[in-house]
C-alpha cells in the first residue's frame, strides 16, 4: 500500500562542493529507500558514510544534488511535512540559556499549539524522559544524558508520526540507553514510525526491524535485522548451569555428528561480524552492493 | 606533517616571536624609577614629550584617544571637517563642542590650541552682532587656550599667544571700549583681581611675562622674532598708559603708568637678543658701537692720506664703463631713468671699504690701519644689525614718547585737548573754546621742546581733529579761527601725511569741515 | 532653527512613497526572479530551473499565508532571551557611564547647553542602541548555524519568513525596552544638569537710569558658568534676561526688614515650540523689485539671503491659516535675523528693523512695527490683534488684513546700508508649546526606527553572511546610510578629490585635494576606474536608507516641536524598509541550506 510509505528516497545523492563550485565529496551516492509506517528503521554506518547526511536531507537542512527525497509523500522540502515528524539532532542542539519547560513550551508554540495543550504535552513528555527534577534548570546546567532526553521531548512534543533519531544513543549510560531503547520500542508501539542512525550496532539490532548499512555514501545492506543476521550454517546453543562436564559431553555429542564446535562461550554480536565483513568487503570492492560469504535470504531484498 | 616536523615548527614561530620582541623592548620599554627605559622613553624624555612633561594627565582626554583605537587621526580628521561644517552652517554650539573634543584628541599640539582658539577670538565671535556676545567668544577662545597650557604648560609660544589676544583682540577691536569695559566688569574671568589691574593691558602682560619666563629657562620660542617676543609686555605698559588717557585718567596716574612703560623700555634695550645673524645684540647699544666706528674710522682716515683715498677712487672711476661712468657723473637733476636705474650698482661699486682701503695703506702704517679698517667694519655691522632690529619694534618712536609723555607739560597737554573734546561733545561751546585755545597752547610747548613729533602721524592725527573740532567751536560762536594759528605746523604736517593741500590760513565764512568726514584714519 | 528643505506633509507624502515602493519592489522581484533563474537553469537546466523558480514563488506564497502570530511570538520571545543571555545589559551600563563622566566631555560654558546637552544624550543613545542592534541581529543568525540549533527549529513547521521576522521583531523588543529605560535617565539626566537657579547680588542692585518709578536693575550670581542681569519693577517683581536660551522670573519676598529675591527655575530651557511657518518667502530688491532671492553678503552658505537697510528691500512673509480661532489675541511672531554690518555703525545698538502686517490682496499695510535685531537669538515680537494703519486708524487684524487665513509680513531694514539676512523659517508664529517631555519621546521614536532598520539589515544579512561578515554588512549599510549625500557627491564629482583610488593615490603621494593629477594614462585609467566604482556606489546607496532623515535630534536640541507627519514619514520609510529586507531575508533563508 502507497499510503504506508512514510518516507521514500529516490536515487537521492548529495554532493559537497566548496565555494567554487568543485566537488569535494560524494556524501551520497543514489540511495533508494522505503520505510512504511510503524517500522523502526536502522541507518548503519561508519562515521561519515552518510546516515546524517541521509537523515538531513530527509529533513530538509540540505537539498540533494539529484534525487527526491519523500516524507508523507511531499518533498523534504516542504516545510508542512515537519507538522507530522519530529527530530532529534546527532547532538542536543538546544538553546542553553533556556531551562526544560522553557525549551518545551518554545517548541510546542513553533507547532502552533495553544498554551493548554503546550502545558499538557510539557508536563507529560517531562514525565516521560524522567527529568521532573530537572525542570527548571538551565540546559547549560544538563549532563549529556539529560540533554538527550530532553532532546527527545523535544522531538516528541507534537506527538509526530515519524520520528528521526541521529545516534540516539550517543553518549548515553547503559541504563540510559536501555531506556532509550524502550522508548523506542514503546513509539513503534504507538504505531510509530521511527528512522534511527546509529553507529553502535548493537542499539540497532535489539531494536530495528529494518536496516540499511550505508558505508562510503552507498548502500551496502538492507533488510530485516533477523534475517540478515540468521547464519543458516550455523546453530547456537545457549543453556543455563552446566557444568563443565556437562560442556564436554556436549561436545562429544556434536563431535559425534560431525559438527565442528566453533566457540562455546558467551554469544558474541553477529552483526558486528556482519558489519565488519561489509565494510571489508566494500573496501575491497569499491561501488559494488556488498556479498559477504553468507548469502542472506533472497526476500530480504528491498522491495521495488 | 608529522608530530616532530610541527613541534619543530613551533619551537621556530617561538624562537623568531622572542627574537622580535627584542627590539622592540630596546624601543619602547617604559620609564621607570630605576631604568631610564627603552629608546622611545629616552628620546622622549630628551626632547620633553612625555605626557608629564608637557602638563597635566587629563582622565578624559586619555579616554578618548583610548576610545578612538588607534584611530585617533581619523577621528581626529573628521572632527575637523565637522567643526568646519558648523562653522560653514553657523551652529556655534556644536562648532565650540566639536572645538572641545578635537582638544582632547590633540591635546599636545600647541597649534591646534593656538589655531582654534583664534578662530573663537577673531572669526565667531565677529559673526555676533552684539558686542556683548562678541566678548563672550573672545573669552571663550582665550579661555580655550588657557586650557590649553593645562596640557602644554611650557609652551611660550600658546602662552604669548593668550597674553597677546588678551591685550590686542580687547584693545584694538572696533569695540575696544566696550570690550574694555566689560572686561573690567567681568568677575568671572577675573576673580579676585583688584578693579584697578583690571585692564586688558595689564592682564595680557602678565601672560607675555609667563611666556618670556618659560622661555627665559631655555625653552626655544618657534615662530616668533625675539625682539617682537619680548616687546610684546613692554607694549602693553605703552598702551596702558595711552588707553588711560584715552578714557581720561592724567595725573599721577598716568605719569606712572608712562613711566613704567619708559623703565620697561630701558630695560628691553638692556637685554641680550639674539638676531638673524646669531649675534647677540642690545638695542641700547647702538650709539657705543656708533662711537666705535667713528673712532675707528678716525685713526683709519689719519692713516690713510687724503690722495690716497683720491688715487682709490680715480682707479675705481676708471674700472667702470662709459655708461656707468656717465651716469655717475651726470648731475642729480639730469640724470636719465636709465641712469638712475645703473646708479644703484656704481654707487655699490664706487663704494671704498674700509678693508679695502687699509690695505692700500703703505708702509709700517698697514697693520694699524688694518686693526682700525677692522674695527670699523665691525662697530659698523653692529650698529646695522642693531638698527634693523630697532626698526623691527619702532624703537625711536617709542623710546621719544616714553620721554616726552611723562613730562608735566605733555600731560597737561593731553589733558586739556582730552577735557575740551568732552566739552565739545556736550555741546559747552564757550567752555570747550577756552579749552582748547589753552591746550593748542601747551601742545606748542611740547612740539617746540620735541619737534620730531610732527613727523608721526599718530600724534598729529588726534590733534588735528581737535584741530577741527576747535574750528567748528569757533564757527558756532561767531568767531574767527586764529591767524596764525599756533598749531599750523600740525596742519601742514597731517596735510603732507595725507596728501592733501597745504592749508592757507583760516577760511573763515566757509563752512568748517566735518572733522570725521575730513580724515581718513591710517 | 535651520531647516535647508521644506517640511514634507505625510498626506503629500504617502501616496508617491506608495507607488514608488511599489515599483521597486515589483523591479527588484522581477530582478529576482530572473536572477534566481539563470542560477537555477545553469545548475539543473532550464526546465528544472523554471520549476525550481515556479516553486520558490508557489512556496513563498504558501509560506506568507500560513505566516503564525504564536510560532513568531515563540521566536521573538526566543531572541529576546537570548538577547539577555548576550548581555545586553552591558550596553545599558556603558550608556550609565557615559552619563556619569558626560560632564567631562562637554563644553561646560557652551551658550546653549540645553542643545548641547540633549543633542549628546540622544546621539550617545542613537549610536549605542545602533550598535547593540548591529551586534544582535548581525550575529545572531549566524551563531544559530553555528550551533546547529537552527537545526531544532527548521524541523518545525517554521517558515523561514518567521525565523526572520521573529528575529527583528524579538530584537526590536529588546531595543525598545533598553531605549525606554535610557530615556527616561537621560531626561531625568538633562533635566538635572540643567535645572538650576540663582541668587540676586543684592550689591549690584542699581537704580535703572532715568526711570523714576524705583525700578532696578542688577545681576545674578553665577551658576553653570553663566548669570543674567535682573531688571525688577518698583515692587521688585521682574525677571532675568535670556542668557544660555533661557530667564528666570524674579519674584520679591519681604520680611519685616528683609527683603528676600526669589528665582524661579529656568524658563523656556526646554521647550517644544510648534511653529507656524511661512508657505511663501518673496524678496524685493532696493528698487522694489520682485525676486527670489536676496543678496549674497559673501557667505559660502547660502541658506540665507539679505536685504538692504535704508532702501526699498524686503523680505515677504506668506502666512497661511491664520484664524481668530487659533490666535485670539495676538500674532506670537518670533524670528531669528541674521544681521551683517557693511559700516560699523553704533556699536551699543542692535540695527533697526520693521515689520508690517499687509492684506496679501489690496495691500493695506499696517503701521511699522520696529524692533532691534537680536542677530542669532529667537526674538520673540507678539504683534496685538488691535493695530493701526500707517494714517493712524486703527484696523483689526482678521477684519482689515487677513483673507482666507492668509496674510503676510514684511521684514525692512531700517539702517542704511547694513543688512538682515533671512530663510522662511526664521520668521513662524509660535502656535503654541506642545509638551517637552512628549517631545523628547518623540525624538527616541526617531531612534527607534532607526533601530529597527539596523536590525533588519542586520538579521537580512545574516540569513546569507557569516556573523562577522554580516556585521561588517550591516555596519556598512549604516555609514554609507549616513553619508548617502556624499557618496552621491563623490559619484557625480562634485567633490575635490576624485574617487576612492584617486583618493588613496593622493594620500600616498600627500597631494592637495585641488592639485591636477599629472595628465596620462594612469590618471585616466584611475579616474575610469574610480567612476566605474562609484557609478555602481552609488546605485547601491540609492537602495539603502538615508539614516540622516531619521535624525531629529536638532527639533529637541533647539526646542522645536518634532511635526507628526515627519514621525510618521519616518515611521513608513522604516516599515517599507523592514518589509524589503523581511523579503529578502525570506528568500535568502529559503534557498539556503542550513546544515552546510
Partial sequence: MASDVVVETRNLSKVYRDFWGRQKVRALKALDLEIRRGEIFGLLGPNGSGKTTTIKLLLGLLFPTSGQALIFGRDATDVSKNERLGYLPEESYLYRFLNAEETLDFYGRLFDMSAADRKRRTTELIDLVGLNWAKRRQLKEYSKGMARRIGLAQALINDPELILLDEPTSGLDPIGTREMKDLILRLKGQGKTVLMSSHLLADVQDVCDRIAILHQGELKELGRVDSLLKVRDETEIRARGLSESAQSEIRAVIERHQGTVLAMDNPTTTLEDLFLAIVRDSEARPGRRAKPEHDPEPNAAPNR | MNERQRFTRKIVYACVIAALLLPLSWLSQPETTESKGGMLAQMRAANQLSQAQLGEIDPASETIKLATLGMRGVAANVLWTKANNYKKTEDWVGYSAALEQIAKLQPNVVSVWIFLGWNLTHNVSVEFDDFHDRYYWVIRGINYRQEGTKYNRDSPRLLSDIGWTIAQKLGRADEKVQFRRLFREDDDFNGSRPLAQRDNWLVGREWLMKAEQVAARGVAVRGERPVLFHSHPVMCLVNYAEDLEEEGTFGEVAKNAWRKAAASWAELSNRDLPTLSNVFVRLGDKEIYDERSKKAQEELDRLATADLKEKFKAEKLASLTTAERDAYLAPADRRTTQQNELLYAVNDKMTIGHIDLAERVPGENRAAALKAAEEATFADMMSN????ERDVVYYHYWMLRCQIEPEDSTLEARKLIFEADRAFTAAQLVKASELYDQGMKKWREVLDAYPALLKDASTTDPLVDSIN????????????FPKPFVLQDVLEADATFHGLPLPEGEQGSEAPPSGDAAKASP | MVHETDAILFADWIWPALLFFLEAA??????????????????????????????????????????????????????VQESLRRRVLVGFGVFLLILLFAGWFLDSRSNDPAALYLSFVLTATTWLVLLMALFLSALSLPADIKNHTIYTIVTKPVRPG???????????????????IMGVFSYVFVSRVLSHTHEVEVASLKKAPNDPTGAQTGRTSSVLNHRHQVNLDEKGNGSTDIVQGHYHQVTTERDGDKVRYVLSPPRDLLTARVPLYASGLRFKDRTGKGSDRGINVGNEWKYRSFIEGGSLAAATFTFDDITPERFPEELPIEMTIRVFRSYKGDIEKGILGSLVLKNPRTGRASQLITFRAKDFYIDSLPISRKLTDPAGNSIDLFADLVVD?????????????????????????????????????????????????????????????????????????????FFKQFVFDVAQGSIQGGGPIESFIRIFKQQNVTTQLE???????????????????SHVTTLLPDFRHFDDVDYVAHGFDIPPDTILIQLFTALAYVAAVFAIGYFFLRTREVAR
Avoid at chain 3, 162 to 179: D, H, K, N, P, T
Avoid at chain 3, 439 to 467: A, E
Avoid at chain 3, 519 to 537: C, H, I, N, S
Fill in chain 3, 519 to 537: 595628465p596620462g594614462l594612469t590618471t585616466d585609467v584611475v579616474k575610469a576606474g574610480d567612476q566605474v566604482f562609484m557609478w555602481f556606489m
Fill in chain 2, 469 to 480: 573740532h576747535y574750528r567748528s567751536v569757533l564757527h558756532q560762536l561767531d568767531e574767527k
Fill in chain 2, 385 to 388: 644689525l642693531i638698527n634693523i
Fill in chain 3, 26 to 79: 515589483a523591479l527588484l522581484g522581477l530582478l529576482a526572479l530572473i536572477g534566481g533563474f539563470l542560477v537555477a537553469a545553469f545548475r539543473y537546466g532550464p526546465m528544472a530551473g523554471g520549476d525550481t523558480a515556479y516553486r520558490m514563488i508557489r512556496t513563498g506564497l504558501v509560506d506568507f499565508v500560513s505566516i503564525s502570530p504564536r510560532r513568531i511570538a515563540a521566536l521573538s520571545w526566543l531572541a
Fill in chain 3, 162 to 180: 518567521e525565523i526572520v521576522l521573529g528575529r527583528i521583531i524579538g530584537f526590536a523588543v529588546i531595543g525598545s525596552i533598553l531605549l525606554a
Fill in chain 3, 405 to 481: 487665513g492668509q496674510l503676510d509680513i514684511e521684514l525692512q531694514c531700517l539702517d542704511d546700508s547694513q543688512y538682515f539676512g533671512v530663510a522662511k523659517p526664521d520668521i513662524y508664529l509660535r502656535a503654541r508649546d506642545a509638551s517637552f517631555t512628549m517631545n523628547f519621546v518623540k525624538s527616541y521614536l526617531s531612534i527607534w526606527v532607526q533601530m529597527l532598520l539596523v536590525t533588519g539589515f542586520g538579521v537580512m544579512f545574516s540569513t546569507f553572511l557569516s556573523g562577522a561578515v554580516a556585521m561588517m554588512a550591516t555596519l556598512a549599510t549604516l555609514v554609507m546610510g
